[in-house]
């Protein structure tokens, strides 16, 4: 059943936050290795918690995951680590330090492969400034190494998030609505290069999109998340409207790219740690 | 949909707490007035006048005599150094011990989650360390520096080693609760970023936690620091060395003027230090 091409396993997946917040409620996906997926959905359908199972922030309430064969239940410590070192996330709001420079940001990506000793040097003198150089070339913006990363617009830091996972450089790469807080021009942009670098690295690539349109055009996959459970998981040539009307029925919006910029983050947030 | 339901914005019904609030305050503030003696009618009557007065008329002109000012240099040099050096192990009592009682990094929260579900044993021995950093806090900061001072006096005799002793206790547990508030209050978005590509903790703490406390971090030093400058001249009563040695003979004596003299410097003192970090703070 572990398939040695299959990059994700997931067999009867439910999470529930509390007691009755059921945020996912019984999810069966199987993801190729190499493979590129679109998730759609209405905000709250559960795309967010969808993605912390599959990089292994957070655990099934109860379901099955195997990444890579291997089943998640028994990682812990310096395993769970290892495995979350294979998987890179860029987020909806980038996450990035807004304090540190560009360069310590794009460095964290190697923070699974260095020492606490070494990642503590780094700050002080960075290691490989010609990785990130590289990076950052790759992603747009060469000459922003040594900035502090809140000096950068919106776009230019999600770019620098990108870069970090390049050098992560990561099996999978998942993006949990990379582009609704940029402009929709931005928006195609930041999804070739997500494409790209799958295409070129043979990377499995993971991204929930709130524009339909961009999920059709670029993606030889697309589920539809609605209620924690998936509605359709097609390919687009056979997505049909009514399928798409369906899928956001009752949600108050239209599946177009302008929209996208209005929308909200996602309502199933994480409870605050705070 | 049937998610996610906005259950924590609830109606809430007419309630009688924010009445039962006002009662509680009242009765308590009646109560400690008249409990703690507070008479404000002696500032009125004859006796009480006078005595202020004595004091007050006693305190000026303040002794600037340059014999006086000279001996009273090393003091106040001595009162700097027992606040910078209590500081210092403060911050060393008060900086791991404040991480290790922070919630989101120990026990709770999502940089947690993955790591304690169906881990009962992890989770048990992260709450013990968690609940003994938070207890040896809580002991080191409610007992008072001028108590600490007094039993340091005791143990190690008198001058200002006691001194730094009882404010890197006290103050120690101080910073330590208010670091890990500090820590629980940042964003844990960048956080759990860093984790999900696979930091280790202290990795996490180094690249985001940190970063972005520090602004919070540094500044609450520095005013701990400026506390420390003041409470060190108290110590000095108890034996403690620094200004508050020299207050304590002069008040003694019935000196006023060189008390003012005194409360002079330790003002400039003070002033110098908010000064300081004031420009320590515009540099971050």
Redesign the interface.
């Given at each position: 059943m572990n398939d040695l091409q299959q990059q994700y396993r997931l067999e009867e997946v439910r999470k529930v936050f509390g007691r009755h917040?059921?945020?996912l409620d019984g999810i069966d996906l199987g993801i190729q290795k190499g493979e590129r997926v679109a998730l759609i959905g209405?905000s709250?359908a559960g795309k967010t918690t969808l993605f912390?199972l599959l990089?292994?922030?957070?655990?099934p309430t109860s379901g099955k995951i195997w990444i890579n064969g291997e089943d998640v239940?028994t990682l812990?410590?310096k395993q769970?680590?290892?495995a979350?070192?294979?998987?890179?996330?860029v987020?909806q709001?980038h996450?990035?330090?807004?304090?540190?420079k560009v360069i310590?940001n794009v460095l964290?990506?190697q923070?699974?492969?260095?020492s606490?000793l070494r990642?503590?040097a780094s700050?002080a003198k960075p290691h490989d400034e010609a990785l990130v150089h590289k990076a950052l070339d790759q992603v747009g913006i060469p000459e922003r190494l040594f900035d502090r990363t809140d000096e950068l617009s919106g776009g230019q830091q999600q770019r620098v998030?990108i870069a970090?996972?390049m050098v992560?450089d990561?099996d999978v790469v998942l993006a949990d609505e990379p582009v609704s807080s940029v402009d929709p021009a931005l928006a195609s942009t930041i999804v070739r290069l997500l494409i790209d670098i799958s295409r070129d690295t043979g990377k499995t690539l993971v991204v929930s999109l709130h524009s339909v349109d961009l999920a059709l055009a670029y993606f030889p996959r697309v589920i539809g998340i609605r209620?924690?459970t998936t509605a359709f998981d097609l390919s687009p040539e056979n997505i049909s409207d009514a399928m798409l009307e369906e899928l956001y029925a009752?949600?108050g919006r239209e599946n177009s790219d302008t929209e996208a910029m209005s929308e909200p983050a996602n309502?199933?947030a994480?409870p605050?740690?705070? | 949909?049937?998610?996610?339901?906005p259950?924590r914005i609830r109606q809430s019904p007419k309630s009688l707490f924010p009445y039962l609030f006002a009662g509680l305050f009242l009765l308590a503030f009646f109560d400690s007035w008249q409990r703690a003696g507070i008479d404000p009618k002696i500032f009125f009557e004859a006796r009480g006048q006078r005595a202020l007065g004595k004091f007050l008329t006693g305190m000026f002109p303040p002794d600037l005599s340059p014999a006086f000012l000279s001996l009273m240099f090393r003091p106040a040099l001595e009162t700097i150094q027992i606040s910078i050096l209590g500081t210092i192990i403060a911050v060393m009592i008060g900086f791991p011990l404040g991480l290790l009682g922070t919630?989101?990094m120990a026990v709770?929260?999502?940089?947690n989650?993955?790591?304690l579900?169906?881990?009962p044993l992890?989770r048990g021995l992260r709450y013990a360390v968690y609940f003994i950093a938070r207890g040896l806090l809580s002991l080191f900061r409610s007992i008072p520096e001028f108590v600490w001072a007094f039993m340091f006096v005791r143990a190690v005799g008198l001058g200002p080693f006691p001194g730094v002793l009882a404010i890197g206790l006290a103050y120690g547990g101080m910073l330590g609760k208010v670091y890990s508030e500090i820590f629980?209050?940042?964003n844990?978005?960048?956080l759990?970023?860093?984790?999900?590509?696979?930091?280790?903790k202290?990795?996490i703490f180094?690249?985001?936690w940190f970063?972005?406390a520090?602004p919070n971090f540094v500044s609450y030093t520095l005013y701990r620091w400026e506390c420390a400058v003041r409470a060190s001249a108290i110590l000095g009563l108890v034996g403690a060395g620094g200004l508050g040695q020299q207050i304590e003979i002069s008040m003694r004596m019935f000196n006023f003027n060189e008390v003012l003299t005194i409360l002079i410097i330790l003002f400039l003192m003070v002033a110098a230090v908010d000064y300081l970090s004031a420009k320590i703070r515009a540099m971050l």
């Open positions: 917040q059921i945020a209405p709250g912390r990089n292994c922030t957070l655990r239940e812990h410590g769970l680590r290892q979350r070192r294979k998987i890179g996330t987020y709001q996450n990035l330090i807004p304090r540190l310590h964290a990506g923070l699974g492969r260095w606490t990642s503590l700050l998030a970090r996972v992560q990561p209620n924690g009752g949600s309502s199933i994480y605050s740690i705070s | 949909m049937n998610l996610p339901t259950s919630n989101t709770a929260g999502i940089l989650e993955a790591e579900q169906g881990a992890r629980e209050g940042v844990y978005r960048p759990e970023a860093l984790q999900s590509l696979g930091a280790n202290l990795q180094f690249y985001g970063p972005q520090l």
